[in-house]
């Protein structure tokens, strides 16, 4: 660790072994990542909550824990951060919303207890909009969360808080969950990794519908083998959750990158679905190039046609499922975001919500076939670069008006009904410093695989000045 470096800028997986080998303590990382919290988010606003004393406490009792020579667990003693959509035990939870401003959890949910049975130490709640919807990170509660790299930038959403916190050494971990690109837009804007696995293999009991297979929750992290560490903890089975069962925590101990020799690697730089900028298409194009020095790479777009109808059907059914209620017995309690998809919804009838999830069907089994043929897909993470933060969402990309507000996101939201799990790795900046990402997706059900190819592929980047990762400059944050 260089002078200029604390703590908190250490890999989770680093801190786990310097805390297992009591070289340092979880109260003295829990310390640091409050020095640094305390340094740049008020300028930033990712993390909206914190219990210190309690967490404190908590870190005691892991410090004393490796002092009894304890069993540990893959989390131990690690500070974590909590999206503010997930309810927490004694620390505010709000979900975004006025409604629940003062709403402190009774018990926490299912995949925080998961996470704290693994021995994570929940430091803060991370900023997310309302009830998630909506790719930004703004919400009346708490208000705006700025990009790292650029304050006046958006961080995307719903799991921004997340993904700052994490590119600015604030906290080691930290959730997310994915509908349409809420884990995988903000990794990619803040330079971090994220992770949106196969629909199951994170258990997820809060959803309303727990047959759909379109809302996922996922570790976010700064490398790919804390991705790992994390996944070790979150994955596993719940019968509260019908789509779970295939995925155990021990898939994912003692990943080793995967050999790029003779893997097959399609790239498609718009997915043959998506409206894509100049810009965007420019930078993914000179990755492309550099990733076919490594290994075989094919043009090839996956069979994604109808995806912007049958997200649209099947995302607003699910807002009816959640959000209907409040909406209409509390209108003046429901953001512009919330209401709309309600609203939305409301118009679809029993015709178009089957034919849209017959036409899911179709493009999984589409997709299932199209996978066989490759080792994985690349495409970019974002059709358009970080903008302004006051705007919630594009209106047009290269002069061209966008159809809806999700559809700038139509690039991520279609390989969320493929049920395929994508790794997020940045590769790289543009010319205006900001960072860019690529979605690496892999076979259904493969996360371990996806991984290890995610090890070899951040080494490789890691190597190149054009593609490595990049960190914030905190002097430029700091109050």
Known sequence: MSQDESLCDLSAVE????????????????????????????????????????ALTAARAAEAAVAAGDELGPLHGLPLGIKDLNETEGLTTTFGSPRYARHVPQKDDPLVASLRAAG??????????????????????????????????????????????????????????????????????????GLRPTPGVVPMVRKEMAWSPLWTEGPMARDVGDIALFLRAMAGSDPRDPLTGFADGKDFEELRP????????????????????????????????????????????????????????????????RLRKLVERTPEQAGPNVAANVKLGLTFSAADVAEAMAAQTRLYHRFIDFMAGYDALICPVASIQPFDKTQLFPREIDGQPLETYISWIAITYALTLAAHPVLVLPCGKDEDG???????????????????????????FAADETTKAYKPSLGQLAV
Request: glycine share 12%; hydrophobic share 40%; proline share 5%.
């Open 15 to 54: 801190l786990r072994r310097l805390i297992g080998g009591r070289e340092i303590s979880p109260v003295e990382l829990l310390t640091d990542c409050h020095r640094r919290i305390d340094a740049v988010n008020p300028v930033l606003n990712a993390i909206v909550a914190e219990d210190r004393e309690a």
């Open 120 to 193: 994570g130490i929940v430091a803060a709640k991370t900023n997310t909009p309302e009830f998630g919807a909506g790719a930004n990170t703004t919400n009346e509660v708490y208000g705006t969360t700025a990009n790292p790299f650029d304050v006046r930038r958006t961080c995307a959403g719903s799991s921004g808080g997340s993904a700052v916190a994490l590119a600015t050494g604030m906290l080691p971990l930290a959730s997310g969950s994915d509908l349409g690109g809420s884990l995988r837009t903000p990794a990619a804007y803040c330079g971090v990794v």
């Open 258 to 321: 995967l050999s790029l020799d003779g893997l097959r690697i399609a790239v498609s730089e718009d997915l043959g679905v998506a409206p894509v900028s100049r810009q965007v298409r420019g930078l993914f194009r000179d990755r492309v190039e550099r990733v076919a020095r490594l290994t075989d790479c094919e043009e090839a777009a996956p069979p994604l046609a109808g995806a912007d109808r049958c997200f649209e059907v099947l995302r607003a059914v699910g807002f009816l499922g």
């Open 434 to 460: 900001l960072p860019f990402g690529l979605q690496v997706v892999g076979r259904r059900g493969g996360e371990a695989d996806l991984l290890r190819l995610g090890l070899a592929l951040e080494a490789a």
